[in-house]
C-alpha cells in the first residue's frame, strides 16, 4: 500500500514563507514524476507544480518565480518552497505522484494539508 503524506501547511501573513513537504512509503518500486495541486474553495483542483524524475519543472503561472518544487529520491519526498505568499495562495495542497508500485503504475494523492495566507 502507497501512501503519500503532506506537511508543513498553516498560516502565515502575506510575504512570508512556507515548505511544503510530501514523503511517499509503502512498496514503491519507482517515482516518476511528482506534483503539488491545489483547491481554493469553490474552485476547481489545478496544478501548481510539477517535477519529472529527471528534474525537469513546470509551473502554474500565477507561482512562477515564487514557489519552487524539488524532490530527494533518496527519500522519495517532494517539497515545495512557497516565497512571497499571497492571500490568493489559500487553499488545500495536495501532493500527487505518479508510482510504480507491485501492481503497476498509477496516481497516488496525499490527503491535503491546508495553507492560509493572512494578515
Known amino acids: 500500500q502507497v501512501q503519500l503524506v503532506e506537511s508543513g501547511g498553516g498560516l502565515v501573513q502575506p510575504g512570508g514563507s512556507l515548505k511544503l513537504s510530501c514523503a511517499a512509503s509503502?512498496?514503491?518500486?519507482?517515482?516518476?514524476?511528482m506534483g503539488w495541486y491545489r483547491q481554493a474553495p469553490g474552485k476547481q483542483r489545478q496544478l501548481v507544480a510539477l517535477i519529472t524524475s529527471g528534474d525537469n519543472t513546470n509551473y502554474a503561472d500565477s507561482v512562477k518565480g515564487r514557489f519552487t518544487i524539488s524532490r530527494d529520491n533518496a527519500k522519495n519526498t517532494a517539497y515545495l518552497q512557497m516565497n512571497t505568499l499571497k492571500p490568493e495562495d489559500t487553499a488545500v495542497y495536495y501532493c500527487?505522484?505518479?508510482?510504480?508500485?507491485?501492481?503497476?503504475?498509477?496516481?497516488?494523492w496525499g490527503q491535503g494539508t491546508q495553507v492560509t495566507v493572512s494578515s
Open positions: 509503502g512498496s514503491i518500486f519507482s517515482i516518476n514524476s
Open positions: 500527487w505522484a505518479w508510482i510504480r508500485d507491485y501492481s503497476g503504475t498509477k496516481n497516488y
